[in-house]
C-alpha cells in the first residue's frame, strides 16, 4: 500500500517512527523495521545516514556517524531493506541528503529505492522548484512518493506548491529548528499548526521535530494526521536490547 | 561595484552547472530575502557611502600593491604583492564582513553568526559587531581552536562568543555545519556571515562583491605603476574562494589575465590526507551549493587535510568549480612543507610574514613559468601571525 493510502485509510494518529539505518549494530537495520512493525507502528522514516546532515540535531549526527563507522553504505541499506521487506509491509519513506542521490545516480538511487522496497523519499536540501523541474517524471517512474517539508516561516504559497509536490504527506516542521529538542509544545506552535489546518491542503500531514513523547505526540496527532518521532526514538535504543526498547518505547507513546 | 557580464552568476545563482540554493526550507525565507534584497541595498548611496567610508578610514584602503623585488628576480617576473595583510585584522576577510554587517544592519537583525577556519574571518566578524554593538558567536573547529589560538584570544577580547565544533574532522568543514544549524535555530533574528565565496546563492555572489574593492585597486595602481591596468597573471589562493574571487572580479572578462589558484595538497595529493578539491573532487553539493568537493562514491564527503586551517576545506565555490571547469582558471597545489616554505622566505627575504594560507599561492610560483615581461599580481591575503605557534614546532622538530 502507498504511504499515502496508509494514511488516509486510517485518518488519524498516525504513527511514523524515524530509524537510523545501520545504527547501532550494522545488522540491525532488519530488526528494527521488523519490530517497528510488529509493534503496529504505521509508518517508518528510514534515516540514510549522512556525513554531514544540517537540519538535524546531536542525537541523529551521532547515530549517523556511527552507522558510517559501521561500514553502512547505501548498498548495503538497500539489500536490508529488501531483506526486511520479505517480513513486514509497514510502508517505509526514506530520508537522507541531496547529495548522497545525486552521487549514487539520481535514477539509479530511485530505481534501487524501489526495488528494495522502499516507497517514499524524504530530501530536506531538495529544492521544490529543482524536484519539479528534473526530477518529478522519474519518481513517477520509480512509483516514488516524496514528502516536502514545511516549517513556520513557509509562506502561503510556497504550502501549497508543497501541497501540490508531496505525494506522500506535507512534512510540518514544528518549528524553526534542526531535529532533537525536546520541549513542550507553545501557543505558537498550536496556532501554527492550527494555521496550516484550516488551509485545506489535499496532502495529509504529519507534524515532526521535537515530538519526543505521549505528550507531544497526543497534541501533534490533535492538529494533523499524525506525528513523526525521531531523536527521541534513537535515544531510546538499548544495544543490548533492541527489540525491548523499541516494545517499551513504541508503548510509552501509545 | 560593475559587474562583468560572461562569468556573472545567473538569475538563479548559478556560474555554468555549479551554484544554486540547496537548503532545507528552515532557511529558504531567509534565504529568499536575502536574495531579494542583496544587490538593492548594497546599491543604496547611503550603503555605498558607509561602505567606503570603512573600508578607508577604518580598514585602511587602499592596501599597497608592492612590487617584491626579491620574488621578482627568483621568478624572472614583475611580482606585485596585493597587501591584504595590511587591513585592519590583517586579512582581506574584513572587505566582506564591513559589506555583510551593513546588510544585517538594514535588515534589522540582531545577532550575528559566522564560521572561521583561520580565524581570519571570525576576528573581522567579531571587529564588525563590536563596532556596530552586535551579538556575535562564531563557530570554529575544534582543531582550529588549538592551532589558530591566538585569532580565539583576539575574537574573545572583541566580545565574541566562540563555540568549538566537535564534530567530524573538527575544522572549518564542520563549523559551517554548526553555524548553518544555528540558523535553522534562530532564523529569524539572526544574520549567518559566511566568510567565504561558498554557500548557498546568494552567498557566493554577494561575498565576491564585497571582496572586489580587491581587484578594483589593483587595476588602478597597476595602471599607475606601469601605464598597464591588466596583469599577465593574478595568482591567489583558494580555500572556499573569497581572496581569490575578490583578485580575480574585475580581470574576469579580461581573458588575457591568467586566472591562477593556489590550492592545498596537505601532504601531498595521494596521501589521504590532502584539501586539494579540484583534483580530489567531483560534482556534488555541499553547504547549499552545487560545486567541487571531495566526497566518497555514496556522497559521503571526505575530511580534508591541510597545515592550513583556512585551506583545510573539501569543496570550493562555485565560481571557481566553474572557472576550473571552463579553462578559465588553472589550479596549482601546493603541499604543506612547500607553503611552510614559502612562508619563510617572504619572511627571510621579504620581511613580510604571510599566513599560511596565503603561503600556498607564493608556493606556486616555483610550479610556474614566466617570461621576463610579465607582469604578476598575487593576492597576499592575510598576515602569518596566527600561525607562528605551528611554524616554530615545524622548526623545532627540523
Ligand atoms: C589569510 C587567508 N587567506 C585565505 C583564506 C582562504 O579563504 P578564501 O579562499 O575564502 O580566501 C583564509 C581563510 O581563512 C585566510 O585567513
Redesign the interface.
Known amino acids: 500500500m502507498t504511504i499515502r493510502k496508509t494514511i488516509l485509510d486510517k485518518g488519524s494518529d498516525i504513527l511514523n517512527v524515524y530509524c537510523t539505518a545501520g545504527y547501532p549494530k550494522l545488522d540491525n537495520t532488519g530488526t528494527i523495521l521488523k519490530s517497528l512493525s510488529s509493534q503496529g507502528v504505521d509508518l517508518i522514516e528510514l534515516g540514510m545516514p549522512y556525513s554531514d546532515p544540517l537540519a538535524d540535531g546531536e542525537t541523529i549526527q551521532r547515530s549517523s556517524q556511527i552507522a558510517l563507522q559501521n561500514g553502512l553504505t547505501l548498498d548495503i541499506l538497500f539489500g536490508q531493506v529488501k531483506e526486511a521487506r520479505e517480513h513486514t509491509s509497514t510502508p517505509i519513506i526514506a530520508m537522507g541528503y541531496y547529495n548522497q542521490m545525486l552521487q549514487y545516480g539520481v535514477e539509479r538511487f530511485l530505481s534501487r529505492s524501489h526495488d528494495s522496497g522502499i516507497q517514499g523519499l524524504i530530501i530536506p536540501d531538495l529544492p521544490m522548484d529543482i524536484y519539479e523541474r528534473d526530477y518529478q517524471h522519474l519518481f513517477v517512474k520509480y512509483n516514488m512518493e516524496i514528502s516536502f517539508l514545511i516549517t513556520p516561516l513557509t509562506s502561503d504559497e510556497r504550502i501549497h506548491q508543497a501541497d501540490k509536490l508531496s505525494t506522500a504527506f506535507i512534512y510540518v516542521v514544528s518549528q524553526t529548528s534542526i531535529t532533537g529538542k525536546q520541549g513542550v509544545i507553545s501557543i505558537a506552535q498550536k496556532k501554527y499548526f492550527e494555521r496550516i489546518e484550516s488551509m485545506n491542503l489535499v496532502s495529509p500531514r504529519l507534524i515532526g521535530f521535537g515530538i519526543h513523547d505521549r505528550m507531544t505526540y497526543n497534541q501533534a496527532c490533535k492538529y494533523s494526521h499524525g506525528a513523526i518521532v525521531g531523536s527521541a526514538f534513537i535515544r531510546s535504543l538499548d544495544v543490548e536490547n533492541v527489540e525491548g526498547s523499541i516494545e517499551t518505547f513504541v508503548n510509552g507513546l501509545r | 561595484m560593475t559587474t562583468n557580464n560572461k562569468y556573472a552568476v545567473s538569475p538563479e545563482g548559478y556560474y555554468g552547472d555549479f551554484g ?7 532557511l ?2 531567509n534565504i529568499e530575502n536575502l536574495r531579494k534584497v542583496y544587490i538593492e541595498i548594497s546599491q543604496e548611496p547611503t550603503f555605498q557611502e558607509e561602505f567606503q567610508v570603512l573600508l578607508r578610514d577604518y580598514v585602511g584602503r587602499p592596501s599597497p600593491l608592492y612590487l617584491s623585488k626579491k620574488l621578482s628576480q627568483k621568478h624572472g617576473a614583475k611580482i606585485y604583492l596585493k597587501r591584504e595583510d595590511l587591513n585592519h585584522t590583517g586579512a582581506h576577510k574584513i572587505n566582506n564582513t564591513i559589506g555583510q554587517i551593513l546588510l544585517a544592519q538594514r535588515l534589522g537583525k540582531q545577532r550575528i553568526i559566522a564560521e572561521t577556519g583561520a580565524g581570519q574571518h571570525g576576528v573581522a566578524t567579531a571587529t564588525v559587531c563590536a563596532l556596530m554593538g552586535l551579538k556575535c558567536i562564531v563557530y570554529m573547529g575544534e582543531v582550529d581552536i588549538a592551532r589558530q589560538a591566538p585569532n580565539v584570544a583576539r575574537m574573545r577580547m572583541l566580545g565574541a562568543e566562540v563555540r568549538p565544533a566537535t ?2 574532522s573538527k575544522t572549518l ?1 564542520d563549523a559551517t ?1 554548526e553555524a ?2 544555528d540558523w ?2 534562530n ?2 533574528d539572526t544574520h549567518y556571515i559566511i566568510g567565504s565565496a561558498i554557500g548557498p546563492h546568494p552567498y557566493p555572489d554577494m561575498v565576491t562583491r564585497f571582496q572586489s574593492v580587491i581587484s578594483e585597486e589593483i587595476k588602478y595602481q597597476l595602471k599607475e605603476k606601469t601605464g598597464n591596468e591588466n596583469p599577465d597573471y593574478v595568482v591567489a589562493c583558494v580555500g572556499g574562494g573569497s581572496n581569490a574571487a575578490g583578485a580575480f572580479y574585475h580581470f574576469l572578462d579580461h581573458e588575457s589575465t591568467q586566472l591562477i589558484l593556489a590550492e592545498a595538497a596537505g601532504e601531498g595529493i595521494g596521501s589521504g590526507r590532502s584539501a586539494a578539491t579540484s583534483i580530489l573532487g ?7 551549493c552545487k560545486t567541487l568537493l571531495m ?7 571526505v575530511e580534508p587535510h591541510s597545515v592550513s586551517a583556512g585551506l583545510d576545506y573539501p569543496g570550493i565555490g562555485p565560481l571557481h568549480a566553474h572557472l576550473i571547469d571552463i579553462g578559465r582558471a588553472t589550479v596549482h597545489p601546493a603541499t604543506d612543507e612547500e607553503a611552510i616554505q614559502a612562508m619563510l622566505y617572504l619572511s627571510r627575504e621579504e620581511g613580510i610574514i604571510p599566513a599560511l594560507e596565503t603561503a600556498h599561492a607564493l608556493a606556486i610560483l616555483d610550479k610556474m613559468t614566466f617570461n621576463p615581461k610579465d607582469t604578476v599580481v598575487l593576492c597576499l591575503s592575510g598576515r602569518g601571525d596566527k600561525d607562528l605557534n605551528t611554524i616554530m614546532n615545524y622548526l623545532d622538530q627540523q
Open positions: 544554486g540554493s540547496y537548503i532545507p526550507e528552515m529558504y525565507a564534530s567530524g568543514k555545519n548553518i544549524r535553522i535555530n532564523a529569524e567531483t560534482k556534488g553539493v555541499i553547504h547549499g566526497q566518497t562514491s555514496d556522497g559521503q564527503i
